[in-house]
T-cell receptor, first 111, second 115 residues
Framework: SQQGEEDPQALSIQEGENATMNCSYK?????LQWYRQNSGRGLVHLIL???NEREKHSGRLRVTLDTSKKSSSLLITASRAADTASYFC???????????WGAGTKLIIKP | EPEVTQTPSHQVTQMGQEVILRCVPI?????FYWYRQILGQKVEFLVS????????KSEIFDDQFSVERPDGSNFTLKIRSTKLEDSAMYFC?????????????FGPGTRLTVL
């Protein structure tokens, strides 16, 4: 079943600008996780936010979670060329431990 | 920093052949997972494994698939008779003792190509 859906599907910005990606989901969750994937490579865990948390920071990353709207956002501040990648949100429900994934946002940072 | 490793990085096989994909999870983790990503599509959950047994599996994980922890370090995914549609990137992941509600750490993936 489809759970996380990211938007936009693709985002192209200038280096130094902030990038915001959104994720919506359908069911109640235990937590939501954001991952990065460089082209054709593995999945790198970025940040986990639990259902009782509203905001979390890690370096240049800021994640928010609005459980009433069933949505999350990932903000990357002061973007760098190395941030070019696909970004996925994935959710875990209370009933199991499997990650349910969105389709991802492809982020391109132009130098 | 500990990491999940996977071998091989790329496997090419003929339709109908058996393949075994191998993973070495992070050493103190007890929850293990397989996911796959068909080119250009979403990552999909296949199976989770805890305490030497399957704890969850998806509809994709049919009788052609099996998982095993043959020793204290390896975690394998076997596909008995591969089909063209099994071509995908297969990711192994693990999460730590505290339970599945934690970060899952992924390996670099094995790209399976079925001809």
């Amino acid at each position: 079943s489809q759970q996380g859906e990211e938007d936009p599907q693709a985002l192209s910005i200038q280096e130094g600008e902030n990038a915001t990606m959104n994720c919506s989901y359908k069911t109640s969750i235990n937590n939501l996780q954001w991952y990065r994937q460089n082209s054709g490579r593995g999945l790198v865990h970025l940040i986990l936010i639990r259902s009782n948390e509203r905001e979390k920071h890690s370096g240049r990353l800021r994640v928010t979670l609005d459980t009433s709207k069933k949505s999350s956002s990932l903000l990357i501040t002061a973007s760098r060329a190395a941030d070019t990648a696909s970004y996925f949100c994935a959710t875990i429900m209370d009933s199991n431990y499997q990650l349910i994934w969105g389709a991802g946002t492809k982020l391109i940072i132009k130098p | 920093e500990p990491e999940v490793t996977q071998t091989p990085s790329h496997q090419v096989t003929q339709m109908g052949q058996e393949v075994i994909l191998r993973c070495v999870p992070i050493s103190n983790h007890l929850y293990f997972y397989w996911y796959r990503q068909i080119l250009g599509q979403k990552v999909e959950f296949l199976v989770s494994f805890y305490n030497n047994e399957i704890s969850e599996k998806s509809e994709i994980f049919d009788d052609q698939f099996s998982v095993e922890r043959p020793d204290g370090s390896n975690f394998t995914l076997k596909i008995r008779s591969t089909k063209l549609e099994d071509s995908a990137m297969y990711f192994c992941a693990s999460s730590e003792v505290a339970g599945g509600y934690n970060e899952q750490f992924f390996g670099p993936g094995t790209r399976l190509t079925v001809l």
